[in-house]
């Protein structure tokens, strides 16, 4: 593991594999090194590239200098970009973004202010805007604020649509502790979703992919399209999957031509 400092003094822990152009792997919701996807898609991207992997702020052995979740969707939203282009500077000033789910809204807000940032290849950003995406921001917010994580949890994971027996079933799991460790980054997510404003991203201009799994919603199948509608130029792949999620023996070729072909 080896540390980069964001711009606010935040701490944000990584890991470096393989050898080659640089990508930089970004979670969604709920996730981090060793709690995830991008580990096993690492895997089978080192063979190629330099795969960077980070524990987004408030996750994992990761920081945060606030200290807590903040009301100010836009000033969280800014600190996430940050730690971003510190990886980014860290990798050599170029590299190669891949963002799952909330983490690909990171990567489009990233590519506004980040010049290194040189491709994006995005899987299933979830709705962005609206108000049901600042509801929740709010709702999160006060939760966490009051010191109830479990409840904050509960709101997220019945939000993005797990049925409620799931949601019951998940209170005496394993890894609820790590959950509720975690809960004020489920207002840096939302705050990313609520932020977000599809309008903003006719300016950006890195080459971009957009891919679903052929297996999730619609509701995620009209959030992809909608991205890869308003990105110009952007290629849109649907993938054999199960819900939000492809393996990376499926995926990891697809980023790897898609990367490989504007190293």
């Known amino acids: 593991m080896s540390t980069v400092t964001s711009r606010d003094g935040t701490r944000i822990a990584f890991d470096r594999a393989g050898e080659g ?56 939203v800014e600190r996430e970009v940050d730690d971003l282009a510190a990886l980014v500077e860290q990798a050599g000033g170029r590299a190669f973004v ?10 489009l807000e ?12 995005l899987f299933e950003p979830p709705p962005v805007g609206g108000g049901s995406e600042a509801e929740l921001f709010k709702r999160l917010d006060e ?32 890894f609820r502790a790590a959950l509720e460790a975690i809960a004020p980054t489920l207002v840096y997510d939302t705050a990313l979703t609520s932020a977000a ?4 991203y006719a300016a950006v201009s890195v080459p ?7 297996a999730s919603p619609e ?4 959030s992809t399209r909608a991205v890869a509608e308003a990105v110009p130029g952007a290629r849109r792949r649907s993938l054999p999957g199960g819900f939000h999620d492809v393996e990376a023996g499926v995926l990891a070729p697809v980023l790897g031509e898609f990367f490989g072909e504007r190293a």
Request: net charge negative; glycine share 14%.
């Open 143 to 174: 939760l966490v604020r009051a010191g109830r994580r479990g409840e904050a949890v509960e709101a997220f994971q019945t939000a993005i649509g797990l049925p409620p027996e799931m949601v019951a079933g998940m209170r005496e799991s394993p």
């Open 219 to 222: 509701l995620l199948h009209a």
């Open 110 to 121: 990233a590519s506004l202010r980040e010049p290194g940032i040189a491709g994006l290849a």
């Open 98 to 107: 891949f963002g799952h789910s909330s983490g690909a809204v990171l990567a």
């Open 21 to 76: 152009p640089a990508i930089i792997l970004v979670d969604g919701a709920m996730c981090y090194r060793g709690a995830g996807p991008a580990d096993a898609l690492a895997a089978e991207l080192a063979g190629a590239f330099t795969v960077h992997t980070y524990d987004r702020r408030g996750r994992g052995e990761s920081g945060d200098a606030t200290g807590e979740a903040t009301g100010d969707s836009v000033s969280s």
């Open 208 to 214: 971009a992919i957009l891919i679903d799994s052929l």
């Open 197 to 200: 404003d599809l309008g903003r």
